[in-house]
């Protein structure tokens, strides 16, 4: 990495580059029930698919950017993401349906995909190993921790604009994240690595990847990962808002909550160096199965609203909480064995793992009905078959050490 960048600035370009995602998501959740009231008043539940046709939209732009950014370097990707994300921000400020603001959450995950995929293709080209994992886990610190405030500068746009504003400050954040990376960081990709864009080529490290047993058991276990997370964001305003009768003060304690759960990041950070990736995941996954065991059990119980939000916001920042024990890992391990081929890894890694967490968490928030049985019961499903796949994944590894 050339002089003039620090590690501790090229971490947070990382971060803001994550950010981008985080900032699109969350932001958007107190504007949820305004957009249903008003673009979509018979059926105003119809309102989180805002969240998730963003990622769908990022895990098929996810795709393509890798390769891309493999054949023609680092940076022009990121700088045709970024024009996407601006143009469908435009679109989605000044769309009057909820299916044309809906087309345009999937164009905007698009082109967000640029600095998602390409930003770990960098961290890649740059470190390998644990190195590579406390990299990202400290990026995804600051990435945890930006959510924070992401709800409560979305609840402060609306306010003074209107939820439409949301898509206006979309529009600066991503300007502001490109220029910086265009004049401090060079380019990590050099001209004699680069790939050609060549479907054979791209065939090649697909079948590379799928034929890698922890490679291929990375991405499942990712997948189901990302699917609790984005489960719980799909359903966290309802929640707060229908069952605890918390809507007006969601920013705040979801404000609180990331902050909490940001420290897991830093906590992995201190960690995977001693522990190892795979031990991290797998009792990440073991301990949530039975904290939401518990709270299962908890709502047979009758118990007062007070303690029952208390019991939530608990849950919800343990949820939270194992992303950041999880997340990093897991595409670090599916990285490391693909360090020759990191801008299609990171591509296929990224977009099997978003577009099916996607196509997970849509169907599962829409069953929201006034109670917690489908997103307990969902979540609960998924660390089970998370935590069986890597335990799996560990007696493949014993053999190949044997």
């Not at 995941?281 to 065991?293: A, D, E, K, M, Y």
């Amino acid at each position: 990495m050339a002089d003039r960048m620090s590690k501790a600035e090229f971490i947070a370009l990382i971060a803001m580059m994550f950010a981008t995602i985080a900032f699109s998501i969350d932001s958007m959740l107190p504007a949820l029930p305004e957009i249903g009231l008003e673009l979509s008043p018979n059926e105003p539940n119809r309102a989180q698919l805002i969240l998730t046709s963003f990622v769908l939209g990022m895990g098929i732009g996810t795709f393509f950017t890798g390769p891309l950014s493999d054949a023609f370097g680092r940076k022009p990707v990121i700088y045709g993401g970024a024009v996407v994300y601006i143009l469908a921000s435009a679109v989605a400020w000044a769309s009057p349906s909820l299916e044309l603001v809906l087309a345009a959450r999937v164009a905007q995950g698009l082109g967000a995909a640029g600095p998602r995929v390409v930003a770990m293709a960098v961290v890649r080209d740059l470190y390998s190993g644990r190195q590579m994992a406390r990299i990202v886990s400290i990026a995804m610190m600051i990435f945890t921790l930006f959510p924070a405030f992401a709800p409560l500068m979305g609840a402060g746009i609306i306010a003074l604009t209107g939820w439409r504003g949301i898509f206006a400050a979309f529009v600066l954040f991503s300007t502001i994240s490109v220029l910086w990376m265009g004049f401090r960081l060079p380019e990590s990709l050099a001209v004699e690595n680069r790939r050609p864009f060549r479907l054979p080529l791209l065939v090649d490290a697909v079948r590379q990847m799928f034929g890698h047993p922890t490679v291929r058991l990375s991405i499942m276990v990712q997948t189901l990962c990302m699917g609790t997370l984005f489960t719980m964001l799909t359903m966290v305003q309802p929640i707060y808002d229908v069952i605890h009768d918390r809507g007006d003060s969601f920013p705040f304690w979801f404000a609180m909550v990331a902050l909490l759960s940001g420290s897991a990041s830093l906590l992995n950070a201190a960690l995977v160096v001693r522990v190892g990736m795979r031990r991290m995941v797998t009792w990440s996954l073991g301990v949530q199965i039975f904290i939401t065991l518990g709270m299962i059990g908890l709502s047979a119980v009758p118990l007062s609203p007070d303690v029952s939000f208390g019991l939530f916001v608990a849950w919800q920042t343990a949820v939270f909480f194992m992303a950041g024990t999880t997340l990093g890992n897991l595409n670090a391990i599916a990285m490391e064995p693909m360090g020759h081929i990191a801008g299609m890894a990171a591509s296929v890694i990224g977009a099997v793992a978003t577009v099916l967490a996607a196509a997970i968490a849509a169907p599962v928030g829409l069953l929201f009905d006034g109670s917690m049985a489908p997103l307990n019961t969902g979540i609960l499903i998924m660390c089970i078959l998370g935590f069986l796949l890597m335990l799996r994944m560990g007696r493949i590894e014993d053999r190949m050490l044997a």
